[in-house]
């Protein structure tokens, strides 16, 4: 399996934003993820379409989307173009329209992944497993950094792995928040693969901090 570390910007210093960026770029991260926040499905702003355009000319990495978002069908063709590599809605804001917005990522050239809340089951990602190329387990309640991880979204990591497992797929399982070098080896034991670290990477050494995960994460 191949373990990958995707830092979060929403804990970067946006007054230098793409430096932060070139520097775990450099220091081993897999790809960027970036937290896209509307103030309603979640009640935080973060950032939009302009910046995922205007960090393309900062690393070719790949670009991670995570939206929380209401409504995200109506914004898909926007973040490709502005150049996202893959895409995260969250189920819970498709409701009944999840395979038509995985359709449309499918249709803009982006990998299509879905997200779901610690108190969402896995349930609806797995009806669609066999479209996705990544289901990202929230480990924290979205629309914040630095949360404390919650410990009790692991068992649904687990099951996760082994439906995939079972139906021979080849989809990531990535985790977001309140992931720390403490934790890291618990969450990939369960079955996770991709780790998004927002805190983590961007407080002190950044350089220090992607090297120091991604040692965590050979083998
Ligand atoms: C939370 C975001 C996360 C967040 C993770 O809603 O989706 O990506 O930035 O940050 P840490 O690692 O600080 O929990
Ligand atoms: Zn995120």
Redesign the pocket.
């Known amino acids: 399996m191949e373990y990958k570390l995707a830092p ?4 970067a210093d946006v007054a230098c934003l793409g430096d932060q960026i070139r520097q775990v770029d450099e220091a081993g991260a897999d790809s960027i ?1 970036i ?1 896209v ?1 509307d103030g309603v499905f ?1 009640p ?1 702003l973060s950032f939009g379409v302009p910046v995922v355009k205007g960090l393309r000319k900062c690393s070719k990495k790949f670009f991670d989307v ?1 939206l ?1 978002i209401v409504n995200p069908i109506d914004h898909i063709r926007d973040f490709a173009e502005a150049g996202a590599d893959g895409i995260t809605v969250h189920a819970e804001a498709c409701g009944d329209r999840l395979y038509d917005t995985i359709i449309e990522m499918l249709g803009n050239g982006v990998s299509p992944a879905v997200a779901i809340r610690p108190d969402t089951a896995i349930d609806p990602v797995v009806e669609v497993l066999d479209k996705l190329s990544m289901v990202l387990v ?10 404390k ?1 919650i410990t009790n979204t692991f068992s649904k990591i687990k099951k996760l792995r082994r439906v995939i497992d079972e139906k021979d797929l080849d989809v990531d399982i990535q985790v ?5 070098l403490e934790n890291i080896t618990e969450v990939k034991d369960a079955g996770a693969n991709v780790f ?7 407080s002190g050494d950044i350089s220090k901090n992607v090297k120091d995960f991604r040692a965590l994460l050979k083998a």
């Open positions: 979060s910007i929403l804990a993820h937290d926040m979640v935080n995570h929380m929230m480990t924290v309640y979205p629309g914040y950094g630095g949360q991880i977001d928040g309140g992931i720390t998004v670290a927002g805190t983590q990477v961007f």
